[in-house]
């Protein structure tokens, strides 16, 4: 069977691509194929922009092993825009728009022709509740594809109540929340433990991953492959 991993963070900027590199490269160590995708992207530049290597696209092409070039970049990611804002206010700014079906229909594509006994990792752009279009979010997206849940949060003040907060939503659209992956964030911030101890507490069903900073991501992650 396939394994179907919607990577979702609690906000922008908690390590999502981080950990979704980390996923694909203990992937690849058990011998397994990948098809990973962030099917949109904003703050990007163009392929042939030097700053194009610092993109999310650009560090899951080089988890996989393959090439940074527009076939492959074009592969993982057809929705790209230059400014660094949601994709919705992005897109706008270019006289452009993301259509959901076309997502929807694009993402479901990829997921059908996976190979059976493969990963097939998505991720979303921005928190989970990031507007993608005028009228649909990261939840919308991995709601319609009913893809359980990797949820990625920080041990920052107030990622307790972000954390709950997107679990909460995720509850209100019955989608399955797979596991939570708390990623040290930078700076002077609560102890890790205690960030666990708290959200284990709360969700006491929760398979948690702790990474800490500048750890190896694929140890840490394999429990969550199965």
């Given at each position: 069977?396939?394994?179907?991993?919607?990577?979702?963070?609690?906000g922008?900027?908690v390590?999502?691509?981080?950990?979704?590199?980390?996923?694909?490269?203990?992937?690849?160590?058990?011998?397994?194929?990948?098809?990973a995708?962030?099917?949109?992207?904003?703050?990007?530049?163009?392929?042939?922009?030097?700053?194009f290597?610092?993109?999310?696209?650009?560090?899951?092409l080089?988890?996989?092993?393959?090439?940074?070039?527009?076939?492959?970049?074009n592969?993982?990611?057809?929705?790209?825009?230059?400014?660094?804002?949601?994709?919705?206010?992005?897109?706008?700014?270019?006289?452009?728009?993301?259509?959901?079906?076309?997502?929807?229909?694009?993402?479901?594509?990829h997921?059908?022709?996976?190979?059976?006994?493969?990963?097939?990792?998505?991720?979303?752009?921005g928190?989970?509740?990031?507007?993608?279009?005028?009228?649909?979010?990261?939840?919308?997206?991995?709601?319609?594809?009913?893809?359980p849940v990797l949820?990625?949060?920080?041990?920052?003040?107030?990622?307790?109540?972000?954390?709950l907060?997107?679990?909460?939503?995720?509850?209100?659209?019955?989608?399955?929340?797979?596991?939570?992956?708390?990623?040290?964030?930078?700076?002077?911030?609560?102890?890790?433990e205690?960030?666990?101890?708290?959200?284990?507490r709360?969700?006491?069903?929760?398979?948690?991953?702790?990474?800490?900073?500048n750890?190896?991501?694929?140890?840490a992650?394999?429990?969550?492959?199965?």
């Amino acid at each position: 069977m396939k394994q179907l991993i919607f990577v979702a963070g609690t906000g922008t900027d908690v390590g999502k691509t981080y950990i979704s590199a980390g996923l694909i490269r203990a992937a690849k160590a058990q011998g397994r194929k990948v098809v990973a995708l962030k099917p949109i992207v904003s703050g990007a530049p163009e392929i042939g922009d030097p700053a194009f290597a610092e993109t999310d696209t650009a560090k899951f092409l080089e988890a996989l092993q393959r090439p940074l070039d527009e076939v492959h970049v074009n592969a993982i990611s057809p929705w790209r825009f230059k400014a660094p804002l949601s994709p919705d206010m992005a897109a706008h700014l270019e006289g452009r728009s993301v259509n959901f079906d076309a997502l929807l229909d694009w993402t479901r594509a990829h997921v059908r022709g996976a190979p059976q006994g493969s990963l097939v990792l998505i991720e979303g752009a921005g928190g989970l509740m990031s507007p993608l279009t005028p009228k649909n979010t990261n939840l919308d997206l991995l709601a319609a594809l009913g893809a359980p849940v990797l949820l990625v949060c920080g041990n920052y003040l107030g990622t307790i109540s972000h954390t709950l907060t997107a679990v909460e939503a995720l509850k209100a659209r019955n989608a399955e929340l797979g596991s939570i992956v708390i990623n040290e964030s930078a700076g002077e911030n609560p102890p890790l433990e205690s960030t666990l101890e708290t959200l284990s507490r709360f969700l006491p069903d929760a398979p948690f991953a702790v990474l800490k900073r500048n750890a190896s991501a694929e140890s840490a992650l394999e429990p969550l492959l199965r």
